[in-house]
């Protein structure tokens, strides 16, 4: 490598590391922040960059920011010579597509090999996987740079019913880099905070209700919760194989769609992907396109008289929409009571028969839930900051051949279709938006969660694509929109979302603050 280049390189890693995140300059003199992974890829193609240089630029700013911040339990002591793989790829002529050479989180509850997979409990520490879970064998044949793992919520945050996001017996408290005393959010907390934070340029979350989206809206991120069955679940510590999904969040649309791209596949094992349409695209980049709100019918979901900051962002939202051609009409989803009723019990019984089968596909962990329940009960650290209530509900659960929970769970998930596909069809909508999320609460461990808003549940109970873009703040607190529409309408609303995020770039990189000096709860 020429000295030049190497200067070069080296004060963007300077800059990197001695700014929150440095402004674009030249080609070479890139913007973690601001980068996309097409950006990227040009720039590896004409040898501007390599995938060593991004891969140490991330490791450089993990070992500064993260200290602060918290997201990244792992980082892959082999991340570098997976990089290294994919320049001698890229030199020969031999690139497997755009995310090669590219560096992604991935949550702790997704399984890789010879790489603890804890799912932030103390309890699967010290006994890694011995296969990739299939998502994870999918990145790795895209080329990916596994750069490391996420903290996560523990569990998925379904431990407890007083909970408080973020925290693991793992990984600790992560924090919301906009403002260090708030919440992360959902159980993707980790890779939410993490993209936020430009740990990596990529990071692979989970959802069963909101741990994608809620945590992309509240670190200003983008975050897609697929449609049930695209991504395969196999190798993932589960809540429920009725509403459980992996997804991709980054700080673009682009990157998103291409991560789905690579994601999306049929595993054998995992029968809700044998379902998914023959002629569903497996390009989700390609089918996003300019101007694609013009023309189009978006309702809203206002949820309004919650948060008056959030009632500000959407009527600004609105407005977006509309100067870009899209005809707005007011909804009000129906069923939400009566989801509510239903979902959380069903659940309770879901992960009393998921999480176990999970567990005995794991060398030295725990094979039952109530060994689980023990070892939290023995630990010093598990039951520190909050109970597992719900693990114990879970044990005493009525099992899935049990008719009230058939009830239960064939009600919330008819009704969240219905809520769906009744507006959509009523309003003749391409999409329904919503606001994801109200501003990030302060992290309290006596008061627990503070949730006062969310738009997630009737597409995570349904099974149906949701994706969270930045909208605006409160103060220095981010606030997402959520695009949410009919089963596989993947491609449609993610093309809907990144016109949105297009005609409305708000989305700055956060300043780590200590304390919050805005406005937010």
């Not at 979350?205 to 983008?222: F, K, L, Q």
């Not at 695209?281 to 809203?300: E, N, Q």
């Not at 939202?317 to 051609?325: D, E, P, Q």
């Not at 597409?459 to 994706?467: Q, S």
């Amino acid at each position: 490598m020429r000295l030049k280049r190497v200067l070069s390189i080296t004060c963007v890693i300077t800059s990197v590391l001695t700014a929150p995140i440095p402004a674009a300059a030249t080609p070479t003199r890139f913007d973690l922040d601001r980068a996309t992974i097409p950006q990227l890829r040009r720039l590896m193609d004409r040898g501007e960059l390599t995938a060593v240089e991004l891969t140490q630029a991330y490791l450089n700013r993990i070992r500064v920011v993260d200290p602060k911040v918290h997201a990244v339990l792992k980082v892959d002591d082999t991340a570098l010579a997976q990089a290294a793989a994919s320049d001698r790829r890229r030199r020969a002529g031999h690139a497997r597509g755009p995310l090669d050479g590219i560096p992604v989180l991935l949550k702790d509850n997704i399984d890789t090999r010879d790489l603890d997979t804890t799912a932030g409990s103390r309890a699967l520490a010290g006994a890694p996987p011995l296969v990739d879970a299939p998502l994870v064998a999918r990145l790795r044949g895209a080329g990916a740079v596994v750069l490391g793992k996420a903290n996560l919520s523990e569990w998925a945050n379904f431990r407890s019913t007083h909970s408080t996001s973020g925290w693991s017996g793992v990984g600790g408290q992560t924090n919301n880099p906009y403002s260090l005393d708030r919440n992360p959010c959902g159980s993707s907390s980790g890779s939410g905070a993490g993209i936020a934070a430009s740990l990596a340029q990529v990071a692979i979350g989970t959802e069963t209700d909101g741990s994608i989206v809620c945590p992309a809206g509240a670190n200003g991120i983008v975050g897609h919760k697929p449609s049930l069955g695209l991504v395969s679940r196999t190798g993932v510590a589960p809540i429920s194989a009725e509403q459980d999904t992996a997804g991709p969040m980054a700080r673009n649309v682009t990157d998103v769609a291409i991560t789905l791209s690579v994601l999306q596949g049929r595993d054998p094992a995992d029968r809700a992907t044998l379902a998914y349409p023959g002629d569903q695209t497996t390009d989700y980049a390609a089918a996003l396109r300019p101007g694609a709100l013009r023309g189009t019918r978006i309702g809203v979901w206002r949820l309004s008289g919650i948060d008056p900051d959030v009632d500000r962002v959407v009527a600004r939202s609105i407005a977006v929409l509309r100067v870009n051609g899209a005809t707005v009409v007011e909804v009000d989803l129906p069923y939400q009571d009566e989801i509510g009723a239903v979902e959380y019990p069903a659940l309770v019984t879901e992960i009393g028969r998921d999480l176990p089968a999970y567990l005995r596909t794991r060398r030295g962990a725990p094979q039952t839930l109530q060994a689980l329940v023990d070892f939290n009960r023995r630990d010093p650290v598990e039951l520190s900051k909050f109970g597992q209530e719900l693990f114990e509900q879970a044990l005493t659960a009525p099992g899935t051949d049990d008719p009230t929970y058939r009830r239960q769970r064939a009600t919330a998930t008819s009704l969240a279709r219905r809520s769906i596909d009744e507006t959509l069809a009523a309003n003749r909508l391409d999409a329904i938006v919503a606001p994801t999320n109200s501003p990030a609460w302060k992290t309290d461990y006596a008061a627990g969660d503070a949730y006062i808003l969310g738009s997630s549940t009737p597409a995570a109970v349904a099974g149906y694509p949701d994706v969270s873009v930045p909208a605006g703040y409160a103060g220095e607190l981010p606030i997402g929109l959520s695009f949410f529409g009919g089963r596989w309408s993947d491609a449609r609303v993610l093309s809907l979302a990144a016109a949105y995020e297009q005609a409305s770039p708000v989305r700055r990189a956060p300043r780590y603050f200590t304390r919050t000096t805005g406005s937010g709860r």
